[in-house]
T-cell receptor
Framework: DVKVTQSSRYLVKRTGEKVFLECVQD?????MFWYRQDPGLGLRLIYF???????EKGDIPEGYSVSREKKERFSLILESASTNQTSMYLC???????????????FGPGTRLTVT | AQKITQTQPGMFVQEKEAVTLDCTYD???????LFWYKQPSSGEMIFLIY??????QNATEGRYSLNFQKARKSANLVISASQLGDSAMYFC?????????????FGSGTRLQVQP
């Protein structure tokens, strides 16, 4: 079974702190994603990576950066946390496929981040 | 641009009854994939079912079926014989490979509550 793990289920940080959210997958997937989930907005893509050291901005990258130094690990960084970054953060991974979208993404359990 | 619309923020269903969760999508590309995910209160996203735009038949997975109406651009999820464990958030999502976007585009979700 594919497993995607995230370093914390719950995290409380103060405004201005640097925050690291870690994600690890064990299925040798090329693609890894960070989404943010807010009520009424569904999941929105922050960043994704298609290979080691490769990354692309998603729909809402402002205030975030990412790092992928190893294939299995994808980190989301909040350089200076703000209260509007309080949210649920979900990591996902998937294989590469150029078929008609026929690959699923596997998600981690999520990290609920509160910035006070 | 790709867009997924879920117009039902919340739904109630009696145990053992069938329920339909609505999803409409918008894309001008002929090749795309549609997904449904379930998110229980634990937070983890669980893949339920996939439908490709060129698939001739509606997808089915156990008690889940996808009512795919291409002309209407709808991809409704039908859950037969609802169980208490079906209470969760349900998200419809889409991927359009030819846009180069590897991530999924999600709707805002529907919260389903199954009543005994």
């Amino acid at each position: 079974d594919v497993k995607v793990t995230q370093s914390s289920r719950y995290l409380v940080k103060r405004t201005g702190e640097k925050v690291f959210l870690e994600c690890v997958q064990d299925m040798d997937h090329e693609n890894m994603f960070w989404y943010r989930q807010d009520p009424g907005l569904g999941l929105r893509l922050i960043y994704f990576s298609y290979d080691v050291k490769m990354k692309e901005k998603g729909d809402i990258p402002e205030g975030y950066s990412v790092s992928r130094e190893k294939k299995e690990r994808f980190s989301l960084i909040l350089e200076s946390a703000s209260t509007n970054q309080t949210s649920m953060y979900l990591c996902a991974s998937s294989l590469v496929s150029w078929a008609s979208g026929a690959y699923e993404q596997y998600f981690g359990p999520g990290t609920r981040l509160t910035v006070t | 641009a790709q867009k997924i619309t879920q117009t039902q923020p919340g739904m109630f269903v009696q145990e053992k009854e069938a329920v339909t969760l609505d999803c409409t999508y918008d894309t001008s590309d002929p090749s795309y994939g549609l997904f449904w995910y379930k998110q229980p209160s634990s937070g983890e996203m669980i893949f339920l079912i996939y439908q490709g735009s060129y698939d001739q038949q509606n997808a089915t997975e156990g008690r889940y079926s996808l009512n795919f109406q291409k002309a209407r651009k709808s991809a409704n999820l039908v859950i037969s014989a609802s169980q208490l464990g079906d209470s969760a958030m349900y998200f419809c999502a889409m991927r359009v490979p030819d846009t180069g976007r590897r991530a999924l585009t999600f709707g805002s979700g529907t919260r389903l509550q199954v009543q005994p």
